[in-house]
């Protein structure tokens, strides 16, 4: 009797993620790069869904069942919405849609998470944060041991954070990233740098001596995948900075370098208190932030120095 053939096991579903802030920075390229290798990427957004792969939520979460019934049975949820910091003066109305734009639209995605039966919940909770947890921390190197600094921002990361609670309480690991200075091209604070070097009208802002803790684009969105995964299954914060910070001195240095550009204009704290207004104490503030749990955890940075990220960025990485 001829052997029955044996059947070849049912392929296995591609994984599915939904991501907030899909149009940013981070978002575009954390999409991109998930959809190279087969995921399933949801894109959350909070005007009419205009295409296949998006789905409605409520930043405001006064309709929580719509924005659960978008993340159920979803792997995973990235949330990465909020208004930009350097987008617009810090007037009082902006401040408050800052703070809003991240605290409600937290507090609404843990509150549909938690609200969805354990069956259909997320594994992970991937929560935007930011290093502006720390406040200014002058020449004192800091990690996700160190508690919240003071200041507008850090009472935001603080709030920001607290929001996504109802996740990691009903059993979803939950993880707060902590971002620093992402090194681009094109986007986010440091892609405003590149235009001004690039014409010969760089410098340091106020005396340079500020630290600033960058990650390349490639190594941040490496990072997030690295706190998708299972293993090593990292919960609560991390840091997403280089492992090497340096002054606003040396950054604008390696640009000078890099860019084959003079960088002789400096712009002084009182100017850039006149242009910014508050937002230049945070410009101006020192911040030397380490990624120690996500190097402890095993993850290689591919750009490990400023010189690094800034070459990746041009693509003139050797």
Not at 191 to 214: C, E, I, T, V, Y
Not at 280 to 306: A, I, K, N, Y
Request: proline content about 7%; hydrophobic content about 45%.
């Amino acid at each position: 009797m001829a052997a029955m053939p044996q059947q070849s096991p049912p392929p296995a579903a591609a994984p599915r993620i939904a991501v907030t802030g899909s149009s940013g920075l981070i978002g575009s390229a954390l999409t991109d790069a998930l959809r190279a290798d087969g995921t399933d990427v949801i894109r959350l957004v909070r005007r009419p869904p205009g295409a296949a792969d998006e789905r409605w939520w409520d930043p405001s979460g006064r309709q929580q069942e719509t924005t659960a019934a978008s993340i159920a049975g979803c792997d995973a949820v990235v949330h990465l919405a909020g208004a930009g910091v350097a987008d617009h003066r810090w007037t009082a109305r902006y401040k408050q849609e800052l703070r809003d734009s991240r605290v409600l639209g937290t507090a609404a995605i843990a509150a549909a998470i938690a609200a969805l039966p354990e069956a259909d919940r997320p594994r992970v909770l991937v929560c935007g944060s930011a290093i502006g947890w720390y406040g200014d921390t002058g020449t004192d190197a800091v990690d996700e041991d160190a508690p919240a600094g003071t200041g507008f921002l850090a009472d935001v990361c603080r709030d920001w954070e607290a929001a996504a609670l109802p996740a990691a309480d009903v059993g979803v690991r939950t993880v707060y990233a902590r971002t620093g200075l992402v090194v681009a091209r094109s986007g986010g604070a440091w892609g405003k740098l590149f235009p001004l070097f690039k014409a010969g009208l760089g410098g340091r802002l106020g005396d340079g001596n500020q630290f600033w803790s960058a990650i390349s684009l490639a190594d941040h969105i490496a990072a997030l995948r690295f706190l998708l995964a299972d293993e090593p299954g990292l919960s609560g914060p991390v840091n997403l900075t280089g492992p090497h910070p340096v002054t606003n001195r040396e950054a604008t240095r390696v640009m000078g370098e890099v860019l084959h550009r003079p960088t002789v204009f400096t712009a002084p704290a009182p100017l850039l208190r006149v242009v910014l207004g508050e937002f230049s104490d945070d410009v101006l503030g020192s911040q030397r932030v380490l990624p120690r749990r996500l190097l402890e955890s095993g993850f290689t940075f591919r750009h490990p120095t400023v010189e690094d990220a800034v070459r990746a960025a041009l693509g003139t990485e050797s």
